[in-house]
């Protein structure tokens, strides 16, 4: 991606609405040049779609939460079976398969506070495979509306030292590195 890619996606996510002509009139280009890079973008897989973003309260969703819940036993089957089966929930947003002390990290939004326990307790613990969950009330969120590619990952240097590991390991001194 170079710069004018990047500035076709910055103006496609404040407003993917507007024509190719006033895309193309914003970033300094021919409508046709426009096009043909937006058509690329898609082609590539940067842009998977257009859609219209929704206000979860005006759907009556004023309540959302996070849901960390742990199945057994793992296999790809269970885990597949039960990431379809909850993302057709009503009062799913997301599903997310995830590492670590949990396997799935699912995101509600409900009515209310009794809602949510009804789905806690009518939906979730109701599934065989699931053997535990917390939750996790989301108060307030402020999605990033503009994102951008980032630089490759930087390689690994054979020299540097594994964190851990080795008589040479660096001391945490609590001072920044120019101050040592």
Same mark, same amino acid.
């Given at each position: 991606?170079?710069?004018?890619?990047? #500035?076709?996606? =910055? *103006?496609? %996510?404040?407003?993917?609405?507007?024509?190719? &002509?006033? @895309?193309? +009139?914003?970033?300094?280009?021919?409508?046709?040049?426009?096009?043909?890079?937006?058509?690329?973008?898609?082609?590539?897989?940067?842009?998977?779609?257009?859609?219209?973003?929704?206000?979860?309260? #005006?759907?009556? =969703? *004023?309540? %959302?939460?996070?849901?960390?819940?742990?199945? &057994?036993? @793992?296999? +790809?089957?269970?885990?597949?079976?039960?990431?379809?089966?909850?993302?057709?929930?009503?009062?799913?947003?997301?599903?997310?398969?995830?590492?670590?002390?949990?396997?799935?990290?699912?995101?509600? #939004?409900?009515?209310?506070?009794?809602?949510?326990?009804?789905?806690?307790?009518? &939906?979730?613990?109701? +599934?065989?495979?699931?053997?535990?969950?917390?939750?996790?009330?989301?108060?307030?969120?402020?999605?990033?509306?503009?994102?951008?590619?980032?630089?490759?990952?930087?390689?690994?240097?054979?020299? #540097?030292?594994?964190?851990?590991?080795?008589?040479?390991?660096?001391?945490?001194?609590?001072?920044?590195?120019?101050?040592?």
């Amino acid at each position: 991606m170079d710069e004018l890619d990047s #500035a076709i996606i =910055r *103006h496609l %996510q404040l407003n993917a609405r507007q024509s190719n &002509r006033e @895309l193309a +009139r914003q970033i300094g280009v021919a409508p046709s040049t426009s096009l043909e890079r937006v058509r690329s973008l898609e082609e590539r897989g940067v842009i998977t779609g257009y859609r219209a973003e929704l206000n979860l309260a #005006a759907l009556n =969703r *004023h309540y %959302q939460a996070f849901v960390a819940a742990q199945v &057994r036993p @793992l296999s +790809r089957t269970v885990i597949t079976s039960f990431q379809e089966a909850v993302a057709k929930l009503p009062e799913v947003v997301g599903v997310f398969v995830v590492a670590g002390g949990d396997d799935f990290l699912i995101h509600v #939004a409900v009515q209310n506070n009794e809602a949510l326990h009804a789905f806690l307790m009518d &939906r979730l613990s109701q +599934r065989r495979e699931v053997v535990g969950f917390r939750t996790i009330v989301i108060f307030q969120h402020a999605p990033t509306p503009l994102l951008s590619a980032l630089p490759e990952a930087y390689p690994v240097s054979a020299a #540097a030292p594994s964190p851990g590991r080795g008589a040479g390991r660096a001391r945490n001194t609590g001072r920044l590195a120019a101050d040592a």
